[in-house]
């Protein structure tokens, strides 16, 4: 019977060290990391975003897209977030100057406008001054965005100046109205255009590679931010050979 009880009492001890250790491997710290960034970078964010996640089980990753100034005045009054990742050095800098940025901000790619037409391109745009044709409906960013700081750089250059039908508040709100026919033409990223795999085309014009029309794309840790050591990891992963991988096939330059 002695034997018997010493056997069960093992076994048991064996049970407990099992349970023990399983629920070690189970709990891994649940976070939530926040990530303010461009709408242009929605696409390449949102895949990167999973890979990420898959990388360090029990970290969700929420994105807020947006036009870079209105995400930037969001830091600045104090929304929650652990990263800002803009498309222009500019809107950063209204984050970095009131303080909201740890240490400087990276810039880790560039982006280059297009203009977005409907598939077989039916007005025939080929250039900024054929967007400024009479019967031409077109439609840029707002100027206090980056993709419409880039719009009126690229216009200066070309020595055109577009009356548009609207100014959006981000490059999304401009794609979805070429997208949707309620413009002919629209000035976005290359990203952008890519991002709907055929269902409007691009045409490249001398203007996009002006100063001021190509687009770099800084991103930091917001200061006070919980989360600053993930942060961080997002930053390099970003930076690193996944980033790099996903960005460019969205058609972003990477640094």
């Known amino acids: 019977m002695a034997g018997a009880a010493a056997v069960l009492g093992l076994a048991l001890t064996a049970c407990g060290g099992s349970d023990s250790g399983s629920g070690q491997q189970a709990q891994a710290p649940a976070r939530t990391l926040t ?30 897209f947006g036009g870079s100034d209105a995400l930037a005045q969001q830091v600045v009054q104090g929304a929650p977030a652990d990263v800002l990742a803009t498309a222009s050095s500019k809107t950063m800098q209204t984050a970095v100057q009131a303080g909201k940025i740890q240490g400087e901000p990276v810039v880790y790619a560039t982006n280059s406008l297009q203009i977005a037409v409907a598939p077989n391109n039916p007005k025939q745009i080929t250039d900024l001054a054929a967007m400024a044709r009479p019967g031409v409906i077109s439609v840029v960013c707002a100027p ?29 709100g401009v794609l979805n109205r070429v997208q949707t026919g309620n413009a002919d033409a629209g000035l976005v990223y290359v990203t952008d255009v890519k991002s709907t795999q055929g269902k409007v085309t691009g045409v490249d014009f001398p203007q996009a590679s002006a100063q001021g029309a190509v687009q770099s794309y800084p991103i930091g840790v917001v200061t006070g931010s919980q989360n600053a050591d993930l942060a961080q990891n997002w930053i390099n992963f970003v930076r690193g050979p996944q980033g790099a991988a996903a960005l460019q096939q969205a058609g972003f330059v990477t640094k």
Request: charged fraction near 15%.
């Open 144 to 172: 206090a965005v980056p993709c419409g700081a880039a719009a009126e750089a690229a216009e200066k250059a070309a020595g055109v100046t577009l009356t548009p039908a609207s100014e959006e508040q981000d490059v999304k």
């Open 35 to 64: 990530v303010s960034a461009a709408a242009s970078l929605t696409g390449a964010y949102q895949q990167l975003g999973n890979e990420f996640q898959a990388a360090n089980p029990g970290t969700t990753v929420k994105f807020n």
